[in-house]
């Protein structure tokens, strides 16, 4: 190692340094959004937790993809309703993807570089994380609120689940919105 050492160029440019403390995600990711983020997830995963639950078969028979009520001895069946058909390759995919985000978020945390290109590349990739996510929880609570509403016997339930879902579909908007911009023209396009 010493002679390896010995025999190494040495830098013409000016000489980096780096301080010795241990980079963290948490340091490099934009918090505000990443919390927003991690609600919106874990809204995500209880809707679809809810909406699994009460889900019924279809008109034809396939399990997880309506949602029947039965109001006044008449049976009303709703389709499409993010039930197990939906919600498992919904969740396959959410989980894949937060893994790959993690382990990339990880990559950008732990290489040599510059503080700035790390946030702003973490910044890229907690938007791709938060496109992900927002589309799929808008879609999802957008489908639920739609299915409830068009049923006629929903009662105080299904309202205050439509009241539930509102400020989250709008939620879900702004973050969609956030995470595209943020990652068609990143900081460091910008600049």
């Known amino acids: 190692m ?25 340091d490099q990711v934009p918090p505000r959004m990443t ?13 679809l937790t809810v909406t699994t639950a009460v889900a019924s ?13 039965t109001c006044g001895g008449v049976t009303e069946v709703h389709s499409p309703w993010p039930g197990s058909f939906y919600a498992v ?18 990559r950008i945390a732990h290489r040599p570089g510059e503080e700035q290109e790390r946030r702003d590349r973490s910044s890229a990739i907690t ?17 639920t609120s739609g299915a409830l509403t068009s049923t006629t016997c929903d009662g105080a339930i299904g309202t205050a689940a439509v009241v539930l879902l509102a400020p989250l579909v709008l939620l879900a908007l702004f973050t969609v919105a956030w995470s595209l ?3 068609l023209a990143p900081r460091t396009a910008r600049r």
Do not use: E, H, K, M
């Open 181 to 183: 911009f943020t990652v």
């Open 57 to 69: 078969p279809d008109d034809l028979g396939r399990a997880g993809r309506a949602l029947a009520v």
């Open 35 to 47: 919390r927003l983020l991690l609600i919106q997830a874990a809204s995500f995963v209880l809707l």
């Open 89 to 106: 390759p919904i969740g396959v995919s959410l989980a894949v993807g937060t893994a790959v985000c993690a382990w990339a978020l990880r």
């Open 2 to 26: 010493l002679l390896g050492d010995a025999l190494a160029p040495r830098p013409r440019a000016v000489v980096r340094t780096a301080g010795l403390t241990p980079r963290r995600v948490r």
């Open 127 to 143: 938007a791709a994380w938060g496109l992900l996510v927002s589309t799929q929880l808008l879609g999802a609570a957008t489908t």
